[in-house]
């Protein structure tokens, strides 16, 4: 009985990581700025770069390079965005959301009084960044 267990936990796990490389691979490719707004306000044409990349679970093109991990088990759906500084990582809690060919990553930024941390890294719960010290960067897949 054990062993069924085991083999069951076993197929579980592989299953799981399996879905996690699969939604990895559903981010995968080269994104044009649709918009960037900051606490409601638009600052797409003060601060967005033209594109970004995101291939083998690296982002690029916006700020340092960031590893990504996705968990599209939770509502909305979480994505972490790990890049380093000065030999130490950092972890951005971020959510996503994919529909079709457009991609709306929402990002915390409030400032903190910790020296060891950049910000308050508290994930967002949505999309609407109006009063918010958050960032929604909306994004359209490039051709």
């Known amino acids: 009985m054990q062993v069924a267990y085991g083999v069951l936990f076993l197929l579980t796990a592989t299953a799981g990581a399996d879905d996690k490389k699969d939604e990895a691979k559903k981010l995968e490719g080269t994104w044009e700025f649709v918009a960037l707004v900051a606490g409601g306000m638009d600052i797409t044409k ?77 994930r967002p719960e949505g999309f609407d960044t109006k009063d918010k010290a958050e960032m929604l960067i909306h994004l359209k897949r490039g051709k």
Do not use: H
């Open 46 to 122: 003060v601060s967005a770069p033209k594109k970004l990349t995101i291939k083998d679970g690296k982002m690029t093109g916006f700020g340092p390079e960031m590893r990504l991990d996705t968990d599209a088990t939770k509502t909305p759906k979480w994505l972490g965005m790990t890049f380093a500084r000065d030999g130490k990582d950092f972890t951005v809690n971020a959510i996503y959301e994919l529909k079709g060919d457009e991609l709306k990553i929402c990002i915390p930024m409030a400032p903190t009084k910790d020296s060891g941390k950049v910000f308050e890294n508290k």
